[in-house]
C-alpha cells in the first residue's frame, strides 16, 4: 500500500497554508484555510488534513533540534561546526539564548498549534452525516500527535503551557506555565483518547490504537518517576506500562524487522516495527521536507552532489559503549574510517568513509533510493520516532521496577529479541544499567538518549548527574590497521553537570515576549 503522504502530498499543498515560526507564535492562531467552514465536510477530508500533521509540520523540530537536542546534548555526537550553539550542547554551556533552544521550543509548539487547528476544525464543522467513528478517528490521529509533542516539551523545560486552543492567544496572549505532573496528564488524556479511538489497522503510515497504547506505555514508565527522589517509582505508573506494553506485543500482531540496518533504508519506510514514523516527501525548498542528509560525511553521496554541512562525529563515549560483538548496531549507526556502505552510491561502487561519521539518516542519493527528483533537502526516510523495539525494552523496564535486578523470563524474553536481532548474546539478568545501555545502543542517533536520562533524573538524579559527568563527551580518531580509537581534546571547556542540567533553560525570546514565563507555573486542572 502507498504511504499516506504520497498520496496526498500534491492536495494538501494545494489548500494548506502552513503557519510561519515566528518567534511570537504563541500569540497567533493557526493560519490555515482547513481551518474554515468550507473543510471538515467528509471522512475524506478529515483524513487528508490529519495527514498533514505526519510531516511537514514537523520540519523545523526534525531539521534543527532533533538530533542536537537528543544526541548531541545526551553525549552520543559531538559537533564542532555549525556555529556556537552546537558546542555549546556537548560542553554544557547553553543559556536561554541558544538558538536551537528557540528551535525546539517553536518548532515543537508549532506541531501543537496545528495539532489544535485541526482538532478545533473537525469539532465545528464535521458535520452529523460523517460517521462518529471516523470523526473521532481523525481527532484521535490530531490528540495522539499533539501528546507527542508535549512529551518532548515537557521532558526537555519541564513546566511548559499547555495549549488547547491557539484561537484563545488573540485576546490573552501572555500565559503561565503549568505544572509537569498537569502536563503529563494532559499527555495521558489525549493518548487514550487515541487508543479508544484509532484504528486497530489503517493504511500503511497511519497512526493506529497499537500506536497509542505503546506511546502510553512509555509515558506512564516516565511519569513512574516524576518526583520520586527516593530512587523508587510510582508503582501503579510501572503496573500501566507494563500492561500497555504487554498488548502491544502480544496483541498487535507487530515484530522486529529482522534486519537492523533495514530500519534505516528507505525501501523499509513504515516497516512492521514501525509505531510512529514521521512521513517525508521529495521536496526542494528550506524547512519543508526532511533534511537529515545535511548530516551528510561527503556530498559526492548526497542526491544532486550537494548538502553536506558537516557529519556529526560520535563521540568516544559512544564509541566504547558499543562491544565489538555489536557491529550490527555500530555500524548502522556510525561509521568508522574504512567502512564501507555499498549501498550510498551503489552505482559508483559504494562509499568508503574516511573518518567517523553519523551513519542513520544517510541514505545516499536519487539512484540509491529509486526517487530521482529527491534533493538534499527532501530526505525520503520516513524516520520513526516509536518503533516495536522501544515497546520491547520498555516492557523489560516495568517489569524490573523498584527491583535492583530481575531474571523474569518474558522481562528476558524480548530483552533479548532486541539484542539478538543486533547479533548480540543474550542476558541472562537486567538492571538499570543494562537496560540503559541497551537502549543508548539500539536508539543511538535517534533522538532518544537525552529522554532517556531526564526518565533516570526523575528518580535518581544522582545516577544520572553522575552518567553525564563521567562522560567522554570528545570525538576521537581511527586507526583501521590497529582498530585502535585514540579520543582527541574536547572542542571546549565542559562544564559540571548538574540536576539542573536536565531542565533546559526557557527560550529568552519567548520570556521576553511572554514574562509570564519566570512566574511559577500554575495548576491546569482544578
Known sequence: ??????????????????????????????????????????KQEIRLATAALY???????NNLAYIPLGDILSGNLVIPWQGADLVQLNTFTLSGSNQRLTDGWTGLYTIVAHCNGTIKGINENTPATVAVADKNAGLAEARFIRAMAYYHLVMLWGEVPIIEDNTKLIKSPLINKNRAADVYRFITEDLTFAAENLRATDEKGRLTSWSAKGMLSKVYLTMSGLGELGGNRNQEYLNKAKLYAQDVIENSGLTLLPSYPDLFKTQFNDNSESLFA???SVTSGWMEGNQLLTYSPSKDINPQKDGAWGAPSPSYDLYIAYAKQDSIRRKATFMLTGDHYPELNAAGGGYTAEGPGMKKHIIGNEADNNSPAMTFLGSIQHNALLRLADIYLIYAEAILGNNATTSDANALLYFNKVRTRAGVDPVTVLNTDIIL???????????????DLVRLSYYNPQKAVGL???????RFEYNTDTEVATPTDPIGPISPATF?????????????????????SVPYYE
Open 1 to 42: 500500500m502507498k504511504s499516506i503522504y504520497k498520496i496526498t502530498v500534491s492536495t494538501l499543498l494545494g489548500i494548506l497554508v502552513l503557519a510561519g515560526c515566528q518567534d511570537d507564535f504563541l500569540d497567533r492562531p493557526i493560519q490555515s484555510e482547513i481551518s474554515t467552514g468550507n473543510f471538515y465536510q467528509t
Open 55 to 61: 510531516s511537514r509540520v514537523w520540519a523545523q523540530w
Open 278 to 280: 514521521l512521513q517525508w
Open 437 to 451: 545501555n541497551e537502549r543508548r545502543l539500539e536508539f543511538a542517533c535517534e533522538g532518544q538518549y537525552w529522554f
Open 468 to 474: 553525564l559527568s563521567n562522560q567522554q563527551r570528545v
Open 500 to 520: 539542573a542540567t536536565f531542565t533546559l533553560q526557557l527560550p529568552a525570546v519567548e520570556v521576553i515576549a511572554n514574562p509570564k514565563l519566570n512566574e511559577p
